[in-house]
């Protein structure tokens, strides 16, 4: 359940927020946003979910320049990939759901 959320709900939700804060600069309205989602379901999900996978490579890339530009401790509250007792999907499994 939780890997389904990592990997769609919140990339889809992600691409949304993106396409709502958007509108003014394409010259849409929400409503037409809306329309066209009702329309085209698979094609909104879709678009919607590659910006939203786009948008967090891209803060991906940014925490990985940041780490190198900055000290460690100023981004202590963000996990480190390249440590090796991080385990990910070992914490998926075993914490519980409010721990992430």
Known sequence: GLLLVEL?????GCGW???MC??????A????????????IA???????????AFMI??????????????????WFLRNPEEAIEHPLRDLIDEPVPNH
Not at 8 to 12: H, L, N
Not at 31 to 40: T, Y
Not at 43 to 53: A, R
């Open 43 to 53: 094609v909104s999900l879709f678009v919607h979910w590659v910006l939203g996978v």
């Open 8 to 12: 769609v709900a919140f990339p889809t």
């Open 58 to 75: 891209h803060v991906a890339v940014l925490v990985a320049v940041l780490r190198e530009v900055v000290r460690p401790e100023v981004l």
């Open 22 to 27: 958007s509108l003014d600069v394409v010259g």
């Open 29 to 40: 309205t929400g409503a037409q946003r809306l329309d066209f989602g009702r329309k085209h």
């Open 17 to 19: 927020w993106l396409d």
